[in-house]
């Protein structure tokens, strides 16, 4: 199986925004509900947000009204806007099928730091 490819982290201060991108295999992008994990050094890896497959999002509390994920399934591409990010948000961010579950990916580093 192929694993999802994650981009768009970096460094970026409080109260700035970020944008992340996942690609994911076609068939299996197009069939799933997708979603972004994140893991911090010292933790385990938890669900930030999940989004199904017509498109309806479901959110982590601390996350919610500063993130939005979304997807584009013409490009079979999983997207995570955030916006006014914390330095508790800090982390390792991963994209993930919730149905058909894939190898995990290298995922993309996010540090939030002034």
């Known amino acids: 199986q192929v694993q999802p490819v994650e981009s768009g982290g970096g460094l970026v201060q409080p109260g700035g925004s970020l944008r992340l991108s996942c690609g994911v295999s076609?068939?299996?992008?197009?069939?799933?509900?997708m979603a972004w994990y994140r893991q911090a050094p010292g933790k385990q890896r938890e669900l930030v947000a999940s989004i199904s497959i017509r498109g309806s999002p479901s959110y982590q509390d601390s996350v919610k009204g500063r993130f939005t994920i979304f997807r584009d399934n013409a490009k079979n591409t999983l997207y995570l806007q955030m916006e006014s990010p914390k330095p508790e948000d800090t982390a390792v961010y991963y994209c993930?099928?919730?149905?058909?579950?894939?190898?995990w990916g290298q995922g993309t580093q996010v540090t939030v730091s002034s």
């Open positions: 993930n099928s919730l149905s058909r579950p894939l190898p």
């Open positions: 076609g068939s299996i992008f197009s069939s799933s509900s």
